[in-house]
């Protein structure tokens, strides 16, 4: 499948060499714009929605990861590209699928766009899956299962059965009534809207819970939650009015 893909690239000669690799070597990823500035490069991202960026950390203006502040994280696979290593830890910290040091070498780049293949085709397959259970048309909405994508593959789990979801950078980790966590390759905010039809709350930026578990509601200025299996988590205050409204408190 096509790949749209973005380049953030200030220098001429990289930018000549990256351009050259994509059409030699990786022909489906089809260049939608590149940008050399920050806000240039938060524009395009934002106007063409990429399956993959090609981000130079140090570019005109600033860091590449001012650009990456901007816009919505998750939605699109990242390549770190640098003369520099030391902002190697920052870019993986980022969810970057890869990072390659210039000069670019031919077999790096090919690694690094196979990986950014596999992951784009994994994702195309699980919204595929996911739409497909969310229209099977069970009775009880929690009686659903939501397909989770992992490092290695896919965990297939009931709603019913999640406790509530944390948060974890670009990654999203969900804690189970049995105790037991899963790692999703996806942020919180991916989540968000599919789980909001089925009785679940994001109660702070880094928390959606399922409301059927809730125990106690402890008052403050947004307030907790505490859930059956003892969990305290704590309520923004602008999501306070919404919440006790589920509740007609």
Same mark, same amino acid.
């Given at each position: 499948?096509?790949?749209?893909?973005?380049?953030?690239?200030?220098?001429?000669?990289?930018?000549? /060499?990256?351009?050259?690799?994509?059409?030699?070597?990786?022909?489906?990823?089809?260049?939608?714009?590149?940008?050399?500035?920050?806000?240039?490069? /938060?524009?395009?991202?934002?106007?063409?929605?990429?399956?993959?960026?090609?981000?130079?950390?140090?570019?005109?203006?600033?860091?590449?990861?001012?650009?990456?502040?901007? /816009?919505?994280?998750?939605?699109?696979?990242?390549?770190?590209?640098?003369?520099?290593?030391?902002?190697?830890?920052?870019?993986?910290?980022?969810?970057?699928?890869?990072?390659?040091?210039?000069?670019?070498?031919?077999?790096?780049?090919?690694?690094?766009?196979?990986?950014?293949?596999?992951?784009?085709?994994?994702?195309?397959?699980?919204?595929? /899956?996911?739409?497909?259970?969310?229209?099977?048309?069970?009775?009880?909405?929690?009686?659903?299962? =939501?397909?989770?994508?992992?490092?290695?593959?896919?965990?297939? =789990?009931?709603?019913?059965?999640?406790?509530?979801?944390?948060?974890?950078?670009?990654?999203?980790?969900?804690?189970?009534?049995?105790?037991?966590?899963?790692?999703?390759?996806?942020?919180?905010?991916?989540?968000?809207?599919?789980?909001?039809?089925?009785?679940?709350?994001?109660?702070?930026?880094?928390?959606?819970?399922?409301?059927?578990?809730?125990?106690?509601?402890?008052?403050?200025?947004?307030?907790?939650?505490?859930?059956?299996?003892?969990?305290?988590?704590? =309520?923004?205050?602008?999501?306070?009015?919404?919440?006790?409204?589920?509740?007609?408190?």
């Amino acid at each position: 499948m096509p790949i749209n893909t973005v380049i953030i690239e200030d220098e001429e000669k990289s930018l000549c /060499v990256l351009k050259d690799f994509i059409d030699r070597l990786a022909p489906d990823l089809q260049v939608c714009g590149t940008a050399g500035h920050i806000d240039d490069a /938060v524009g395009l991202i934002l106007s063409t929605a990429p399956h993959l960026v090609f981000l130079d950390i140090c570019i005109a203006d600033g860091l590449g990861f001012d650009v990456l502040k901007r /816009v919505p994280q998750g939605n699109f696979e990242l390549i770190c590209i640098t003369a520099y290593d030391d902002y190697a830890i920052d870019a993986f910290q980022h969810a970057a699928v890869d990072y390659l040091l210039k000069p670019l070498g031919i077999q790096p780049f090919k690694d690094a766009v196979a990986r950014v293949r596999k992951r784009v085709e994994e994702k195309v397959h699980y919204k595929a /899956v996911e739409a497909l259970l969310r229209n099977q048309g069970q009775q009880n909405s929690q009686d659903q299962k =939501i397909g989770i994508p992992t490092i290695n593959g896919c965990d297939f =789990i009931d709603m019913k059965d999640i406790l509530w979801c944390k948060s974890d950078g670009h990654y999203t980790t969900f804690y189970l009534i049995d105790k037991s966590r899963i790692m999703s390759t996806r942020n919180l905010g991916a989540y968000e809207e599919m789980l909001s039809h089925n009785n679940f709350f994001r109660i702070h930026h880094s928390a959606i819970i399922n409301m059927r578990w809730i125990k106690t509601y402890i008052k403050g200025k947004g307030g907790y939650v505490v859930l059956t299996d003892g969990t305290e988590l704590e =309520i923004s205050q602008r999501r306070k009015g919404e919440f006790l409204e589920k509740f007609q408190l």
